[in-house]
C-alpha cells in the first residue's frame, strides 16, 4: 500500500518505511513528519513479504504498528537484526502497556510512540536518527580501531625487524617473533630481560644514564652491538621512539653484522682495486658517452704531465690535436657497437709535448643496454715512436723533434764516435755538430772524463742492458757539471746497434745534497763542525793514532758570562759574538785540526798528531790568548774570555765519548778556579766528579728521606737586646756521611734546580715554626722569621705563588716573614728582580738585601729596590778594629740606609768591640756568635721562653775606636 505524498514544504530530506494496515494512520505519520520540516520518501507495507521487499533499498527510518493482521512490529525487529540492518525503527501503537514498550526496546526498537501523540513524532525522528548516526559512526570507528590493531599485530609480528617494547625501566614488556629469532631467546625469556641484559661489556650505570637520557629525549638511533643468546655479539642498526604510549618505549633493530663484513670486504677489496689502479704502470682512463673524463689514475694524469683533478669533467679531445682526434674518431662506431679496440693514438701533455700510448679500450653499456661510455688502458709508446721516426723519418726531421726535447741527447755509433746530437747537446760541448760528429769522447774531452765515458758506453753497446749513472763533465765554459746520463741500444735501419743517451742536469741537485750535508754536519751560526761531525773525526783521529804513535788532544771550550752578554746586549749580539769567536778558533789553529761547535756558548777543537800534554797546553793557551783580544760588536767593546779543559789521549786509550767527557770535566775545574783558564784532565778531576755526582744522587733523596733539618739564629736588637727576629738556615745530617756543610751542598742543588723544592720546604718549615712561636709563647707575638732565598728560587716564576700558599697553609701573617735575597741575584736582572719584589711587597712581605756590599756596585739603584732591610756582610763587621776601611764601610752602610728609612741588621758579630762599635753607629740589629750560635727549635724555644737581653745593657760607646 503506497499513499500519495504532500506537497513539500521543506528541504530536509527522508527515507521512510512505514509498517501500517490502515491508510489513514499512514497517511497521518507523513503529514506529521511534513509539518515537523521533513520531505519524507516513503512506503507503507503491512505484510512480512513487503517487508522485506521494501529493505532492498536505503532507508532511515521503519515506523511500525506494534500489531498487524499478518505482520508485527517484534516480527519486522527480528528480521533487521538476522539481517544486521541498523536501520533505526519506532514502534507507534494506539495502546501499549508498560511491559509491552520495554519488550519492544529489548527487541531493538529506538523508541515508541502512541497514535495520539503524534505531535512528537518529527522530534522523535529527528533523536532516533542522530542517534543511528552517532552509533553508526562508534561502530564504524571501533571497526577501524580493530582493524587497524589487526594490521598493526600482523605487521609486527611479520616484520623483518626485531621490534621491542621496553619500560621507564628498561624491562621488555613486548617482543616480535623476528626479535626472538635475532637474540636466540624465547618470548617468555625475552620478557624477563632488559635492554642492559643484551648489551656487552656494559656499564650498567652509564647504561641507565643512557636510557633515561632516551627516554627524556624521545627519539634514538644508530649502531650498537648485541650479545645474543648463544654468547655471539652481532652488530645492529635500530631506530628507537621513546613514550609511544605513556611507558612504553619501541626499538626496532635489524641485524647488520653481514652488510657490515660485506661492507669491509668491500673496503678491502675497493681499497686492493685503488692500490692496483695508483699503483699501475699504464695509464686507466675512463670517459662518458659524451666523451668527457669521468676516472683516471695518477699514472694516467704523469703520462699527460697535470693532475687528476684537472682531468676530470675535461673531454678527451682537449688533450688530443687534430691528428690524436681523427685516429680517436676513427674507432667510435665500432665503440658504440660494443666491440672493444687496440689502437695507437697521440694525445698532448700539459707542457705541449706528444704523448703516444696503446690504447686497449672496452665499451661500457648501462643496466638498460645504453652505451655509457668506455674504459680504456694506455700503455705509453711515446719513446717508442720517437725511436720508429727516426728510423722512417729524414735525419732533419728527426733533428728538429730532439732539439725540442730540453735536456741534451746524442747518438753514438759502435766505434763510440757521434753520429747525432741535439742543440742541448751541443751547447753543452761548447761545439757545433760539424766540429763533433765522427769523433769520440777521447778526441774532445779530457781524457779523464773520456775514459770513464768509454767504459759505460761499451758495457751498454756490448750487453744491450739499459744504463743511468752520474758522471762529471766539463762544459764548454770550463765548468764542471754533474749530470745523469740515461743510455740505451737501439739497431738503425741497416740492423746495426747504436747507442742513445739522454743526458740531464744534476749540478743544481747535488749543490742542494751538499747544502743538506752541510746543515747535517756543519753549524749554521758559526760555519763549523758539528758535535756529529766532531765525534765522526775524532773516532778516525783515535783510530789511526795507534798506527802512528802519536797523541790526540781534544779541548772543551766554554765561554765565560756568555749568559750575561745574551741578557744585557740581547741574542743578535750574543749571535754576533758567537760568529767572531768561531773565526778566531780556526785562525788560531793548524791545517790539520778540527774546531766545531757543540752549541750555545761550547766549542771543542781536535788536535790530530800531537806529542804530548805540553802541545796541549801550548795550544789552549794559545787559543785563550787569541779570544780574549777585544771584539767590537754593534759599538759596543767585549773582551770575552774562555774557560778550557783539555783531555789527552795516549794511543788507543780512549774512546771518542771518554775524551770528550774527560775535557768537559777538565773545562768545569778550568770555571771552578776562576774562569779565564784552562786546566788539564787528570784521574783526580774524575774522583772529584763521581763524588759531586753521588752527592746529587743523595741530595735528591734527602727530603724524602727527612734526612734535612733547620736551624734557627736568632737576631737581637741591639738597642734592647732581645730576640726580634730569626734566620732560618738549612742543614743535612746524613746517616753515614755525619753532617754535610751547606757550602758544599748548596752549590750542587743550584746547580741542579734541586735548590727549589728545598727552598720551598724550608719556607714551609720555617713559617710553620715562627707561627707556632708566636702563637704560643707570650713574649713573641712580634717575632720575625727571616728565610733566604736562592738566585734560582728567587727567579722561578712560581715563587709568588708558592708563598702566598705557605702564608695560607700555616696562618702566619705576611709581615712576619722577612725574605733574604743576595745582591748580586739582585743586580743579574734588575728589571725583573724588581718586578717580583713588588709582587712580594704587595703580600706584605718585609725585603732584605743579604751580603750587602760584596756584589755589584749597586748603591745607584738602591733606591730602586722595595726593600725594608740591608743587611752587612760578615766581612765587613769582623774587620771592625782591624781595617780603618771595613769601619768606614759599615759606617756608611748604617748612615745610607738610615737617610733611605731602612733598618740595617749587621751579620758575623763576634766580639764586644765589633758590638759596641755597631750600636754607636746606631745599627738596629745584629746576629753572629757573640750574640747566639745557630740552634735547634728546641734550643731556640728555651731563648725565647727565658727572655731578657742577650748581653749587658748599657754598652758604653765611648769603646768604639777608630782602627
Not at 735528591?700 to 737586646?721: C, W
Request: glycine share 6%; charged share 25%.
Amino acid at each position: 500500500m503506497t499513499a500519495t505524498p504532500l506537497p513539500l514544504e521543506s528541504s530536509r530530506p527522508l527515507r521512510l518505511l512505514i509498517v501500517e494496515d490502515l491508510a489513514h494512520d499512514a497517511d497521518l505519520m507523513v503529514r506529521e513528519l511534513q509539518r515537523a520540516g521533513y520531505a519524507p520518501d516513503w512506503e507503507c507495507v503491512e505484510d512480512e513479504p513487503a517487508f522485506l521487499a521494501a529493505l532492498a533499498r536505503p532507508l532511515d527510518v521503519i515506523l511500525s504498528d506494534y500489531t498487524l493482521p499478518q505482520f508485527s512490529a517484534l516480527r519486522a525487529l527480528t528480521l533487521l537484526g538476522e539481517r544486521r540492518l541498523g536501520i533505526p525503527l519506532i514502534v507507534i501503537t494506539g495502546a501499549v502497556g508498560e511491559e509491552t514498550a520495554v519488550d519492544c526496546i529489548k527487541h531493538g526498537a529506538a523508541d515508541y510512540l502512541l497514535k495520539d501523540r503524534l505531535t512528537r513524532l518529527g522530534t522523535a525522528v529527528g533523536q532516533v536518527i542522530e542517534q543511528h548516526r552517532l552509533r553508526e559512526a562508534e561502530r564504524r570507528a571501533e571497526q577501524a580501531v580493530g582493524a587497524s590493531q589487526q594490521r598493526l599485530e600482523a605487521i609486527v609480528n611479520n616484520a623483518l625487524d626485531a621490534i621491542l617494547v621496553a619500560d621507564d625501566d628498561g624491562r621488555y614488556i613486548d617482543v616480535n617473533p623476528a626479535a626472538c629469532e635475532l637474540t636466540g631467546y624465547g618470548r617468555e625469556r625475552l620478557l624477563c630481560m632488559s635492554v642492559w641484559d643484551l648489551t656487552p661489556d656494559l656499564d650498567i650505570e652509564l647504561g641507565q644514564t643512557t636510557w633515561h637520557r632516551f627516554v627524556s629525549e624521545g627519539r634514538a638511533s644508530g649502531e650498537y652491538q648485541l650479545r645474543c643468546r648463544d654468547g655471539t655479539i652481532i652488530d645492529v642498526e635500530f631506530r628507537a621512539v621513546a613514550n609511544v604510549l605513556p611507558g612504553m618505549h619501541v626499538s626496532a633493530c635489524r641485524d647488520i653484522s653481514a652488510r657490515k663484513r660485506a661492507g669491509e670486504i668491500l673496503a678491502r677489496h675497493e681499497a686492493q682495486y685503488r692500490r692496483i689502479v695508483e699503483t699501475a704502470q699504464e695509464g686507466i682512463w675512463e670517459i662518458d658517452a659524451d666523451l668527457h673524463t669521468t676516472f683516471a689514475n695518477q699514472k694516467m694524469a704523469e703520462m699527460l704531465g697535470t693532475t687528476v683533478d684537472a682531468m676530470l669533467g675535461m673531454p678527451i679531445f682537449s688533450f688530443m690535436d687534430d691528428e690524436g682526434r681523427a685516429l680517436a674518431t676513427a674507432g667510435m662506431d665500432r665503440r658504440l657497437r660494443g666491440i672493444a679496440e687496440r689502437y695507437e693514438v697521440k694525445y698532448v701533455r700539459s707542457d705541449g709535448s706528444d704523448l703516444w700510448a696503446i690504447v686497449a679500450a672496452n665499451p661500457v653499456f648501462d643496466e638498460a643496454g645504453r652505451y655509457a661510455g668506455a674504459l680504456a688502458l694506455l700503455t705509453d709508446i711515446t719513446e717508442r715512436k720517437r725511436v720508429e721516426r727516426a728510423l722512417e723519418e729524414n735525419r732533419d726531421f728527426l733533428q728538429a723533434v730532439i732539439d725540442a726535447v730540453p735536456d741534451p741527447i746524442f747518438v753514438k755509433d759502435e766505434q763510440h764516435r757521434w753520429i747525432l746530437g741535439n742543440r742541448m747537446f751541443w751547447k753543452l760541448l761548447g761545439l757545433g755538430p760539424e766540429a763533433a760528429l765522427g769523433k769520440s769522447d777521447l778526441d774532445l774531452l779530457p781524457v779523464n772524463e773520456a775514459a770513464v765515458f768509454w767504459e759505460k758506453d761499451n758495457l751498454v753497446l756490448q750487453t744491450g742492458k739499459e744504463n743511468e749513472n752520474e758522471e762529471s763533465l766539463t762544459d764548454s765554459e770550463g765548468r764542471t757539471r754533474q749530470i745523469s746520463t740515461k743510455k740505451s741500444r737501439f739497431l738503425d735501419a741497416g740492423g746495426r746497434p747504436v747507442l742513445v743517451g739522454v743526458i740531464r742536469d744534476i749540478s743544481e741537485r747535488k749543490e742542494f745534497e751538499a747544502q743538506l750535508t752541510q746543515l747535517a754536519y756543519y753549524d749554521q751560526l758559526s760555519g763549523l763542525p758539528n758535535r756529529s761531525l766532531f765525534l765522526n773525526r775524532l773516532e778516525h783521529a783515535l783510530a789511526r793514532s795507534p798506527r802512528q804513535g802519536r797523541c790526540v788532544a781534544v779541548l772543551f771550550l766554554d765561554l765565560d758570562n756568555f749568559k750575561v752578554v745574551n741578557d744585557s746586549l740581547g741574542h743578535g749580539v750574543g749571535d754576533q759574538l758567537i760568529a767572531a769567536v768561531a773565526a778566531r778558533l780556526r785562525s788560531s789553529l793548524r791545517a790539520g785540526d778540527t774546531a766545531a761547535r757543540f752549541g750555545g756558548d761550547e766549542f771543542a777543537i781536535l788536535l790530530d798528531d800531537v806529542d804530548a800534554v805540553v802541545d796541549a797546553r801550548e795550544a789552549a793557551d794559545r787559543i785563550g790568548r787569541s779570544l780574549h783580544a777585544p771584539i767590537v760588536l754593534d759599538d759596543h767593546q767585549i773582551c770575552p774570555s774562555v774557560s778550557i779543559g783539555v783531555a789527552v789521549c795516549s794511543p788507543g786509550g780512549e774512546s771518542p765519548e771518554g775524551m770528550l767527557q774527560h775535557a768537559d770535566i777538565a773545562m768545569y775545574r778550568a770555571k771552578a778556579n776562576g774562569k779565564a783558564q784552562y786546566a788539564v784532565f787528570d784521574q783526580e778531576m774524575e774522583v772529584d766528579a763521581m763524588d759531586r755526582l753521588t752527592l746529587e744522587s743523595a741530595l735528591r733523596q734527602a727530603i724524602a728521606q727527612d734526612e734535612l733539618r733547620i736551624d734557627y739564629q736568632p737576631i737581637v736588637n741591639l738597642k734592647t737586646g732581645r730576640i726580634t727576629e730569626l734566620e732560618a738556615l738549612i742543614r743535612w745530617q746524613h746517616p753515614q756521611w755525619g753532617l754535610i756543610s751547606p757550602s758544599r751542598f748548596i752549590p750542587v742543588a743550584e746547580e741542579t734546580g734541586l735548590i727549589v723544592p728545598i727552598g720551598h720546604w724550608v719556607l714551609q718549615q720555617a713559617c710553620r715554626r715562627v707561627q707556632a712561636w708566636r702563637s704560643d709563647l707570650p713574649d713573641a707575638h712580634d717575632l720575625v722569621m727571616s728565610v733566604n732565598l736562592s738566585a734560582r728560587q728567587f727567579l722561578h716564576p712560581e715563587l709568588v705563588a708558592d708563598v702566598t700558599r705557605v702564608l695560607r697553609e700555616t696562618g702566619l701573617e705576611p709581615g712576619s716573614l722577612k725574605l733574604e735575597i743576595t745582591e748580586s741575584v739582585l743586580m743579574q736582572r734588575m728589571d725583573e728582580a724588581v718586578v717580583k719584589m713588588l709582587e712580594l711587597k704587595a703580600l706584605g712581605v718585609h725585603l732584605a738585601i743579604d751580603d750587602f756590599g760584596t756584589g755589584y756596585s749597586s748603591l745607584a739603584y738602591l733606591k730602586d729596590f722595595p726593600v725594608d732591610t740591608l743587611k752587612i756582610d760578615r766581612s765587613f763587621v769582623q774587620g771592625i778594629g782591624n781595617d780603618r776601611s771595613d769601619l768606614a764601610i759599615v759606617q756608611s752602610v748604617i748612615a745610607l740606609a738610615n737617610s733611605l728609612q731602612l733598618a740595617v741588621t749587621a751579620e758575623g758579630i763576634e766580639t764586644a768591640q765589633q758590638l759596641e762599635a755597631l750600636q754607636a753607629f746606631g745599627c738596629d740589629h745584629g746576629q753572629g756568635y757573640f750574640l747566639a750560635r745557630p740552634a735547634s727549635a728546641a734550643a731556640v724555644s728555651a731563648l725565647l721562653v727565658a727572655g731578657g737581653p742577650l748581653f749587658a745593657l748599657p754598652v758604653n760607646p765611648d769603646m768604639v775606636t777608630a782602627a
